[in-house]
């Protein structure tokens, strides 16, 4: 349940807009996720999905305004703090985050390269480590059968649960899926969305997605996002049809 | 070869299309005639005041050819060309190898998706400094390198390896760092963005993904080192080019033929393999690489490294162990005192950079010798392509039959023609021509021609594998004669991959006029070797920065034509 007043300090915070050239993607958000949370992001293509989320997870700096993590401004702190905030968060999106040209193993463990020495880390893709740890992970999303294959075999749905595999293994606070079941079947998007939601994986969820049944059932709070605005920010259970109506209506 | 110096990617202003048959017409036509002008200016430029045909050299001439089929097997003599050989082979693996890892690290440095496309302000500075290096140390041909090398480090190994590792890993630097941008780079975000070191999230999420494309071209680079490796041995580079040139000298024909049995044989073997290789990594011919096109390899993934491969990259390490030792390679020679003191001497000699000996107009003479030369040579291999290419390239069944086995053999005969024009280093051509020839351009031209033509007819032989014969089929279908349909549907893609190769081949073949004007022939390599041999090494710069300075204005046309067409 979204916690109104006051509660935890948040886990995300952000507040000001990115803009790409001339283009406004997002303008004057003011949105604050809270421990506990899972936060269903609503809107048509365009709509600033992508942005809010590439912000939120750091890796785009805002034009305007600043995104705290776990109460600490992002783009104040040298790199090498901004990395150890960061590897708290796992990122899972529509296109595959995965490398298709290696073994499931290696992109299970490229979740743990955060907390691997560069050494450790490079010799693991010749000399395979922790891979017990990889398998129970595998096992966990029903892929423990993929330990050894290549990467480019499988699926989208597969994939998709490979890199949740990736975050069990990363241990991440907050998990920022983009559009993660955009292009798969209702059912396996069902599954997906199962995992990622599980309070194993992550304590806090952030999920962009096209189905508001989804949010509905799979989120306690949609947010919900036109042209760069946030229109709505309810309780998933308030969701109703006018204000999802307005929200894929054409301008 | 292209430079990368802020290329401008901005869209032409949105202006309605005008495009009449008279524009294209005259297009045309003003094309034609700028190369028609040109070819005859050079033709015109390269007549020489006295005579052509050098009579008095053409029964040496006539002992070589006499030879032919008396090639030396004197076990004393077989033994040296067995170990020349090797020492070829050893020296282009290790500069092979020298830039392969000059490329990595420059690469890196290049690519905007290592530095999560927001490079620090010291790495956007280092860059800017070494895309200036890189295109200045591509500009100097590999001999010239060689030869400057030797005037400071003497006979050592390291002169063949450094000549080779440091231009080529110019060129691998910008193809990697191409690579690097051209993969899909959602998997390096994401590891970056869970907070991974650089030097990791690179290993995991953006190296398997540029390898195969990188090892394709590394066995390209090497086939190219082998060539590089037997011209070189005109500079006292040990191996097969040294030994054609002792030879050569001595007019021991059948020495000759020997070697150059040697070095078809080690050239097939490593072109054989390297297709193989390359054909298995399922990326792309040696074309596609000559013109750094940029390629989709989406379309088929092998399931995993097929068998030459992985002998391949075992088989590498063990070589590059042995020919260390072979060649007897120390890099002591790079900080000794001697060199030390040589290079500073040397350094110092050079600048200021000062004009030769009869000033502006012989340099710019030399200048302008030389690009004719190139557009002669080019001529040449535009006609050698023109009369082996369609044979070489291999046969395709059409949908109707097969291929006649007469057309295999048309094949293996051009293909096997190709080998020998591109195998026999352009120094031992020119040295031939130069046998029946006085000095000069046409002399220059011929080797080059010859060289060039074994070379472009390959390229573009590839590429005409690759066209889209499916219009051809269809205006077939619909009832057009055979000839008219592969005239309207081959023939324009076809012509497309001729020119774009030949302009390409243009600016290297700028370059190599280095090479047989070292020999000899004419041109601004001739003032070089000239000036380098009395010591003049103020003139030595001066001749360098000249063809520096026509390479890159040729680079530069021919990047405005190609683009435009």
Redesign the interface.
């Known amino acids: 349940m979204s916690e109104g007043g006051p509660g935890p300090a948040p886990v995300v915070r952000l507040r000001g807009g990115r803009t790409f050239g001339r283009h406004n993607a997002l303008i004057d958000v003011d949105l604050e996720v809270r421990a506990g949370e899972r936060v269903a992001v609503l809107g048509a293509s365009g709509a600033g999905k992508s942005t809010l989320l590439s912000l939120l997870a750091g890796s785009l700096p805002p034009t305007s305004g600043s995104v705290e993590l776990f109460g600490e401004d992002l783009f104040r702190l040298t790199s090498g703090r901004r990395r150890q905030l960061q590897r708290r968060i796992g990122t899972v999106s529509q296109r595959s985050t995965l490398v298709e040209q290696v073994r499931v193993l290696h992109n299970v463990n490229a979740g743990r390269l955060a907390e691997w020495s560069t050494t450790r880390a490079l010799g693991s893709l010749l000399w395979p480590r922790g891979v017990n740890e990889v398998r129970e992970a595998l096992e966990r999303v029903e892929m423990g059968w993929a330990l050894h294959e290549r990467t480019e075999r499988l699926s989208g749905g597969e994939r998709q649960r490979v890199a949740i595999a990736r975050l069990l293994v990363q241990r991440p606070e907050l998990v920022l899926a983009d559009e993660p079941v955009s292009s798969l079947d209702p059912v396996r998007a069902a599954d997906v969305l199962t995992l990622l939601g599980d309070e194993a994986l992550a304590r806090t969820l952030v999920v962009s997605l096209h189905q508001p049944v989804l949010a509905q059932v799979h989120c306690t709070r949609a947010i919900g996002l036109r042209e760069g605005r946030v229109v709505f920010d309810v309780p998933t259970s308030e969701l109703d049809q006018p204000e999802l109506h307005d929200l894929y209506a054409r301008a | 070869m292209t430079v990368q110096l802020g290329r401008p990617e901005t869209e032409a202003p949105a202006r309605p299309l005008r495009t009449t048959g008279i524009r294209v017409v005259r297009r045309k036509l003003l094309t034609g005639a700028a190369v028609v002008g040109l070819v005859a200016w050079a033709a015109a430029r390269s007549v020489p005041e006295g005579e052509v045909v050098n009579r008095g050299g053409l029964s040496l001439l006539d002992d070589l050819a006499g030879t032919a089929l008396n090639p030396s097997f004197d076990p004393a003599f077989l033994r040296v060309v067995v170990d020349a050989t090797v020492t070829t082979a050893a020296f282009a693996l290790l500069g092979t190898l020298g830039a392969l890892v000059l490329g990595l690290v420059g690469g890196v440095v290049l690519s905007d998706v290592a530095w999560?496309r927001r490079p620090p302000l010291p790495v956007r500075a280092l860059r800017l400094v070494l895309r200036v290096v890189l295109v200045a140390v591509r500009a100097v041909h590999e001999l010239v390198w060689a030869l400057l090398f030797v005037s400071v480090l003497g006979l050592d190994p390291l002169v063949a390896v450094l000549a080779l590792a440091l231009p080529f890993g110019a060129q691998t630097a910008q193809v990697f760092g191409e690579t690097f941008d051209a993969v899909?780079e959602?998997?390096l975000?994401?590891?970056?963005?869970?907070?991974?070191?650089r030097?990791?999230?690179l290993?995991?999420?953006l190296l398997?993904?540029a390898?195969?494309l990188m090892l394709s071209y590394a066995f390209y680079r090497f086939e190219c080192a082998l060539r590089s490796v037997v011209v070189l041995g005109v500079a006292g580079v040990g191996g097969l080019g040294f030994e054609l040139s002792v030879s050569l000298q001595s007019r021991n024909w059948d020495e000759v033929w020997t070697l150059i049995g040697a070095l078809l044989l080690l050239a097939a073997l490593v072109e054989l393999w390297s297709n193989r290789v390359r054909c298995n990594l399922a990326i792309v011919t040696c074309a596609d690489w000559a013109v750094g096109q940029a390629h989709d390899t989406a379309e088929r993934?092998p399931?995993?490294l097929s068998r030459p491969v992985r002998a391949s990259l075992w088989a590498i390490p063990v070589a590059a162990v042995a020919s260390w030792w072979w060649v007897g390679l120390s890099p002591s020679g790079l900080y000794s005192e001697r060199t030390r003191s040589l290079t500073s001497r040397l350094l110092s000699d050079m600048w200021p950079p000062a004009l030769p000996d009869g000033g502006w107009s012989v340099l710019v003479g030399s200048a302008l010798d030389t690009v004719a030369m190139a557009v002669l040579a080019m001529v040449l291999g535009v006609a050698i392509t023109l009369a082996i290419g369609p044979w070489a390239s291999r046969p395709r069944r059409g949908r109707d039959g097969s291929t006649g086995p007469l057309r295999w053999l048309a094949w293996a005969v051009g293909r096997g023609v190709l080998l020998v024009l591109r195998s026999v280093p352009p120094t031992v051509w020119a040295v031939v021509a130069l046998l029946g020839l006085f000095p000069g351009i046409i002399p220059g031209a011929v080797a080059l021609g010859l060289y060039t033509g074994g070379i472009l007819a390959r390229l573009v032989a590839e590429a005409w594998e690759t066209v889209d014969l499916r219009p051809r089929d269809a205006l077939r279908d619909a009832g057009v004669a055979p000839s008219v349909s592969a005239m309207l549907a081959v023939g324009p893609p076809s012509a497309r991959h001729l020119v774009t190769y030949t302009l390409y081949r243009f600016e290297i073949c700028i370059r190599d006029t280095a090479i047989v004007g070292v020999v000899g022939a004419a041109g601004l390599g001739r003032l070089l070797q000239d000036r380098l041999s009395a010591f003049d090494f103020a003139a030595v710069s001066g001749v360098l920065i000249a063809s520096f300075v026509v390479s890159a204005l040729v680079e530069l046309v021919g990047r405005q034509v190609r683009r435009g067409l």
């Open positions: 999560d899909p959602e998997p975000r994401a590891l970056r963005d869970a907070g991974a070191r030097v990791s999230a290993g995991y999420g398997p993904q390898l195969p993934h399931a995993r």
